[in-house]
């Protein structure tokens, strides 16, 4: 059994190892072209592995890229604020919170400018936004506590405001980050802020 178990941990490992020089490789191809353009054998050269390693793991760049992306996509979703109402430290804290997720788009503005993009994957991009739409759904629930009647299901206010994200960020990016992020979050917050205010309104 500790022969079993110990080969199993070496095999994580390399599988680890692998994966996270497959996803190193990209993450610097991306910064250079659009992921349209990237192949495996550069991805698996880049990485120093050979494109039938990179096919042990992955079916194409597009499943890497989504792989790749989802320790980043955890930290941004984490960073998004949920409803702040009228209290200043609230705001405050929500739009710091927005701060830190266009910050974090910025941090790797060529990988998220080539998947979200025009020339990028519908795939990770649906990816992206069906995940901040669950992480806003979670807020307004936790958010509502049986005091805030629904006016609008929180999962379609969620749905609608994962998506208008998802489409300012992608503009954001395209236009090569044009607006400082701390800006982007003071213009952003009000928009957003308006969504939880009318699914979670007395009416």
Same mark, same amino acid.
């Given at each position: 059994?500790? =022969? ?9 490992? &390399? ?10 490789? *990209?993450?610097?191809?991306? @910064?250079?072209?659009? *992921?349209? &353009? ?7 050269? !880049?990485?120093?592995?050979? $494109? ?6 992955? &079916? ?8 790749? =992306?989802?320790?980043?996509?955890? @930290? ?21 919170? *927005? ?17 979200? !993009?025009?020339?990028?994957?519908? $795939?990770?991009? !649906?990816?992206? &936004? ?8 979670? $807020? ?9 009647? @629904? ?9 609608? #405001?994962? !998506? ?8 954001? *990016?395209? $236009?090569? =980050? ?9 213009? #952003? ?15």
């Amino acid at each position: 059994m500790g =022969c079993a178990v110990a080969a199993r941990e070496n095999t994580d490992r &390399r599988v680890r190892r692998t994966r996270s020089a497959l996803a190193g490789a *990209l993450i610097e191809l991306a @910064e250079e072209r659009d *992921l349209s &353009r990237i192949s495996v054998s550069d991805v698996a050269e !880049g990485a120093g592995v050979s $494109r039938s390693a990179f096919y042990d793991h992955y &079916r194409d760049v597009h499943e890497l890229a989504e792989d790749a =992306c989802t320790t980043m996509i955890d @930290e941004l979703i984490e960073s998004l604020p949920g409803p702040a109402l009228d209290s200043a430290d609230l705001v405050r804290e929500a739009i710091a919170s *927005l701060t830190a997720f266009f910050e974090s788009l910025a941090g790797h503005a060529g990988l998220y400018r080539a998947l979200l !993009g025009s020339q990028g994957s519908a $795939r990770v991009a !649906g990816h992206i &936004r069906r995940r901040i739409a669950a992480v806003i759904h979670d $807020r307004l629930r936790q958010a509502d506590a049986g005091a805030w009647p @629904e006016r609008v299901p929180h999962d379609v206010t969620a749905a609608f #405001t994962g !998506g208008a994200l998802i489409g300012v960020a992608m503009d954001w *990016l395209e $236009r090569g =980050c044009s607006r400082p992020p701390a800006e982007m979050a003071e213009v #952003t917050w009000p928009l957003l802020n308006a969504q939880y205010r009318v699914s979670a309104s007395r009416g």
